[in-house]
């Protein structure tokens, strides 16, 4: 009689074990949740011939876990695919190489920027596709930028400011 229960537990576990694999290769291995953004690069074109706006979407997926608002600095730093190279677009970063941190409080949006600022004096800078970047979200009215430094022009109040070194 032991031995007859002990063969029934066996089948038992053989037919579970099958069942677990067959679900697992059903269901595959878990994948991340991702979320679309969408990304503001300058069109060389439109700028060359003066046709605004210069700064044109494009579509990135990121982690769902991501804050938005950063995983759009993060992939603008990481400039344009291949594919949109060819297109003419390009991320304009004033020499600037990335971001340290960001901060949005009180509808304020305060980017940090990293590496030196070369903005040659000229008119269209970082500026303009970081703030189409971050103005696209309610949350943010006005954005700062910061220098490598820590300064911007009109740090207090709601408005938007620059660092001095991106002047014409």
């Not at 876990?65 to 060819?86: D, H, I, M």
């Not at 390009?90 to 020499?95: K, L, P, Y």
């Not at 600037?96 to 920027?113: H, K, N």
């Amino acid at each position: 009689m032991n031995r007859r229960r002990l063969v029934l537990y066996f089948a038992l576990f053989v037919v579970a074990a099958c069942l677990t694999c067959f679900i697992l290769v059903r269901i595959g291995p878990s994948r991340p949740r991702l979320a679309k953004i969408t990304v503001y690069f300058t069109d060389t074109n439109r700028f060359k011939e003066g046709t605004m706006p210069f700064e044109v979407p494009v579509e990135r997926l990121v982690p769902a876990t991501e804050k938005r608002p950063a995983a759009v600095l993060t992939e603008f730093f990481k400039g344009p695919t291949a594919e949109e190279s060819q297109r003419g677009l390009a991320a304009i970063r004033s020499g600037f190489t990335g971001f340290s941190r960001l901060e949005i409080q009180d509808g304020i949006a305060r980017v940090y920027l990293t590496g030196s600022c070369a903005s040659g004096g000229a008119a269209y800078t970082i500026a303009q596709p970081l703030m189409k970047n971050l103005l696209q979200f309610k949350e943010i009215k006005y954005v700062k930028i910061y220098d490598a430094a820590g300064t911007t022009e009109t740090p207090e109040g709601p408005s938007n400011s620059i660092p001095e070194c991106l002047e014409p």
